[in-house]
């Protein structure tokens, strides 16, 4: 069904990011269309521009839009919102003094969110992850990245795989999401090392699981203490040969050559990079993979933030998620999170939109997404305010409204 939006005060079209693959972006690439209308079908955008230049054949139940704005619809690239359980004694904790490892090494962490999991049922954890999805999807989220995690063996981190692929059953088609594999998230104490645990639990899954073809990526946490290289090379070996994307948590804690090691596989993206190195920066710019920032975790954390504007400067394809988990950034609104980190990370308007809609979809493998222009997608986030400025001016508020 062909529907038509007349008279929004601002459409975001991102046409000028997108044409630079989004990066090196200028205030001017936000590509913003005053008095904008736009048509689409089911499958895609047919016609946008202005109101006073839409043809008179959509001019038929044209839905007037008059003081709303309209954008590509923002997606969260990063979030682990299957779980079990809470961490709000351990945050308590945290602002007392402990720190993240400090935690880790007490049975804290993400061992404590598993051993939570693990006590609730499939339908149990899927009542959870959806009344968490709905509330993400309520500031205007449309695509949502969920990584499996915190099963941790082999039958319960295969429940939460499929858990992930209900959850995309059951929010198709007005939320979109993306199933991501992180068996490899934590090891848990009784295997004897990572790559005991890899060879048990991670390959062995992975292997059964990919012929239902429901796993949109694989991921792990490649960092001291949790997984080597060696390890993260044997997965991302296997995903090669299954020919499923590569994601991965890189140099969040130390620098060891994670960004590095994601461009070498061509991943879609390497997350975190608090801590990347000058070479990582110089293998992102040069490479398709985004750079997932994460600031919500550091501010949660009390963290420096990742070198943003360094990675910026060099032509690196930056996004923004919100790392929404239980234990390092308990929060659902990344558009909150950009809004705020945006000063922070010393981003422009530009580059604050684009790193939650186009190179968001982007680190997600959705490349049709992410700009309005004719022929992409119809997927948008609608907002009921004067300007795009406000919505983010206005940093906390929720502006975002249903699609008529
Ligand atoms: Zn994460």
Same mark, same amino acid.
């Given at each position: 069904m062909i529907k038509t939006y007349i008279h929004?005060?601002?459409? $975001?079209?991102l046409q000028g990011a997108h044409d630079k693959d989004g990066?090196?972006?200028?205030?001017?690439? $936000?590509s913003l269309i005053a008095d904008g209308a736009i048509v689409f079908d089911d499958s895609k955008i047919l016609w946008i521009g202005q109101s006073s230049d839409l043809p008179l054949e959509y001019r038929n139940n044209a839905i007037n839009l008059k003081d709303h704005v309209l954008t590509p619809e923002l997606v969260d690239?990063?979030?682990?919102?299957?779980? /079990?359980?809470?961490r709000a004694q351990e945050y308590a904790d945290r602002l007392n003094g402990m720190s993240y490892e400090d935690i880790a090494k007490r049975g804290g962490g993400i061992l404590f969110t598993m051993t939570e999991t693990q006590k609730l049922t499939s339908d149990e954890l899927l009542k959870l992850a959806i009344t968490r999805i709905n509330s993400i999807h309520?500031?205007?989220?449309g695509t949502i990245e969920v990584k499996s995690g915190y099963g941790l063996d082999y039958q319960k981190e295969k429940e939460l795989t499929l858990i992930i692929a209900d959850l995309k059953k059951h929010f198709s088609p007005n939320v979109q999401i993306f199933n991501t594999f992180l068996a490899a998230h934590d090891v848990p104490?009784?295997?004897?090392?990572s790559s005991h645990y890899l060879s048990e639990v991670v390959l062995p899954l992975l292997q059964e699981l +990919?012929?239902?073809?429901?796993?949109d990526a694989v991921d792990i946490f490649h960092e001291k203490n949790y997984f080597t290289d060696a390890d993260t090379r044997a997965l991302f070996n296997l995903a090669q040969n299954l020919e499923i994307p590569i994601k991965i948590h890189a140099d969040?804690?130390?620098?060891?050559?994670g960004a590095e090691l994601a461009v070498s596989y061509n991943a879609l993206s390497a997350d975190h990079? $608090?801590?990347?190195s000058d070479e990582g920066i110089k293998a992102l710019a040069t490479s398709k993979t985004v750079a997932t920032l994460l600031p919500g975790t550091a501010f949660f954390l009390g963290k420096p933030l990742a070198p943003a504007r360094k990675m910026l400067d060099q032509n690196v394809k930056v996004a923004i998620a919100s790392?929404?988990?239980? /234990?390092s950034c308990h929060c659902d609104n990344v558009l909150m999170i950009a809004s705020i980190a945006a000063a922070q990370l010393k981003l422009n308007q530009t580059e604050l939109w684009c790193g939650i809609t186009h190179n968001a979809a982007h680190a997600l493998g959705?490349?049709?997404?992410?700009v309005l222009a004719? +022929?992409?997608?119809?997927r948008f986030s609608l907002f009921k305010a004067e300007s795009l400025s406000h919505i983010t001016y206005h940093w906390g508020k929720n502006f975002s409204v249903s699609l008529p």
């Open positions: 929004l005060n601002e459409i $975001l079209t990066r090196n972006l200028k205030p001017s690439d $936000l690239s990063h979030t682990h919102v299957v779980f /079990g359980g809470n309520s500031y205007g989220v104490r009784n295997f004897k090392s +990919a012929p239902l073809k429901i796993i969040e804690l130390n620098t060891n050559r990079l $608090l801590k990347i790392d929404y988990n239980p /234990g959705k490349f049709n997404q992410g004719v +022929a992409k997608a119809p």
